[in-house]
C-alpha cells in the first residue's frame, strides 16, 4: 500500500500541477486556449479508454507486473515532458502519463478490497483519500511557486526522481496479491469500450472548444458516436458468459447507488476546481501562486478528514456521513452563487474549505459501502466501472461549467450593450456573471445527488473474504 500511495500521490500531484501553467505555455508556445485544452482532454481521454480495460488487465497480469508497469509509464511520460521542445512532445508525454495514472488507480482501489478486512476498508479508503486529495491541494501552489522563480519543467524534475524511487520501492516490498483468472480477451468489446467511454469523453470535452460549443460537428459526432459505442457496448456485455466489463454488479442496489453519488459527486468537484481557478485569476485578477494558495486550505482540509471520515464510516456507516455532507454542499455552492470580484480572500478560502469538508463525507462512504456489497470476483469490475464513470462524469461536469460560464459572458455583454472593444475592460463583471450561473448548475447536479442519498442503506457484509452471497441484501 504504502508503494502505491507514493506513486499515487506524485501522479495526482504533476496533473494539478500542470494546471495552473496553462497560461504560461499558451504564450510560450504560442497556441490557443482550444489546442492547450487537449493537454488536459489528451489525458482524460486516454484514461477513458484504458481504465474500462482495467478490470480485465487486473485479471490477466500481477499487482507487481501492474504496478511496474503503470510506474515505468508514468516516468518515461514525466522524463519526456520535462524535456519537451514544444507542444506537440509535451502532449505525447501527458499520454503517456496518462496510460500511468490510468493502469494505477483502479490496481490501488482493487489491492484495498483484497487485502483490507470489509471492517476497516473505510479507514483505509480514509488513508488513500488523505494521499489523492493531499496532492492536488498542494499542486496548484507548488506550481505557483515554481512559475513565480523557476520555469514550469521545473514541475516534471520534482516528480521524476519520487517516481523513480516509488519504482524502486515497490520492486522490493510489493507483493502479488490478486487471482488470475485470465478471461478470453474479447477485442470486440475493447474496440466498443474506446468507441463508446472516449466518443462521450472526447464530445463533452470538445463542447469548450471554439465559438460553435454545443453545436460543433466535433462534439456532435463524437457524443453521438461514444452513446451509439456505449449502447453497443453494454448489450454485449450482458450477453456474454465471460465480459470484459461485468456490468451484473449493477445488480447490488448498494453499488449501483455508489456509483451515482460518486458521479453526481466528481460533475460537482471538477467543476468548481476548474471554475475557481479561472475566476481567481481572470474576475479578481490574482497571480498564479496566489490563486493556488487561496486553494490550498481547502485541499489540505479535505485530505486531513478523508481518514476521519473512514473511521466514522466503519463505526455508523454511510447514511450519517453521506446526507448532511450534500445538504452542506448545497448551502456552500448557494453561497457561492454570490461570488463576485470584490469578494474577500478570507470568504473564498472558507467557502473552499468548507466545501471540501462536504465532498469528504460524501465521496469515501459512498464508494467504499458500494465495493463492500460486491462479491470478491466482482472487485475488478466494481473498481473499474467507478473509475471509468468518474472520468466520464468529469468530462460532461467541466464541459458544461466552461459552456455557462461563456453562456454567462456573452450574455452579460449583450444586456449591457458593450462592444467587443470594450470587453477587456468589463471582463471581471462578465466573468462574474458566468461563474455565478455555472455554481447553480452545480446545486442542481448536488440536488440529486441528495435525493439518492435518501435510499442509501449500509451495506452488512457476512462473507469474512469480503462481499455478500446475493444482490439484494
Known sequence: MAALLISGFIGMFSETALNIAITELMALFNVEPATIQWLTTGFLLVLAILVPVSGLLLQWFTTRQLFIASLSFSIVGTLLAALAPGFEVLLVARLIQAVGTGLLLPLMFNTVLVIIPPHRRGTAMGIMGL?????????????????????????????????????????????????????????????????????????????????????????????????????????????????????????????????????????????????????????????????????????????????????????????????????????ILWLMTGIEPTTSKGEIIVLHSLLFIGISMIMMPAQTNGLNQLPRELYPDGTAIMNTLQQVAGAIGTALAISILSAGQKAYYADNGIAPADYLGKLPQAMTQGVQGAFWMTIAFAALGLVLSFFIKRVKVSDPEGGLQGPMH
Open 131 to 331: 494521499v489523492i486529495m493531499f496532492a492536488p491541494a498542494v499542486g496548484p501552489a507548488i506550481a505557483g511557486l515554481f512559475l513565480e522563480y523557476a520555469s514550469w519543467r521545473t514541475i516534471f524534475w520534482t516528480a521524476l526522481p519520487l517516481l523513480v524511487f516509488a519504482l524502486i520501492f515497490g520492486v522490493v516490498f510489493m507483493r502479488n496479491v490478486s487471482e488470475l483468472t485470465r478471461p478470453r480477451i474479447d477485442v470486440l468489446s475493447i474496440v466498443l469500450s474506446s468507441i463508446g467511454f472516449g466518443g462521450i469523453v472526447y464530445g463533452f470535452s470538445s463542447a469548450g472548444e471554439g465559438d460553435h460549443g454545443w453545436s460543433s460537428p466535433k462534439v456532435i459526432i463524437g457524443i453521438a458516436l461514444g452513446a451509439a459505442g456505449l449502447l453497443l457496448f453494454i448489450l454485449r456485455q450482458l450477453r456474454m458468459k465471460q465480459p470484459m466489463m461485468n456490468l451484473r454488479a449493477f445488480r447490488y442496489p448498494m453499488f449501483t447507488m455508489g456509483t451515482l453519488i460518486i458521479f453526481v459527486s466528481m460533475m460537482i468537484i471538477l467543476s468548481t476546481v476548474m471554475l475557481l481557478p479561472i475566476y481567481l485569476q481572470t474576475g479578481m485578477g490574482l497571480l498564479p501562486l496566489a490563486a493556488g494558495l487561496l486553494m490550498l486550505p481547502g485541499g489540505l482540509v479535505n485530505g486531513l478528514m478523508s481518514p476521519i471520515m473512514g473511521r466514522l464510516f466503519d463505526k455508523y456507516g454511510p447514511r450519517w456521513l453521506v446526507i448532511p455532507g450534500l445538504v452542506l454542499v448545497i448551502v
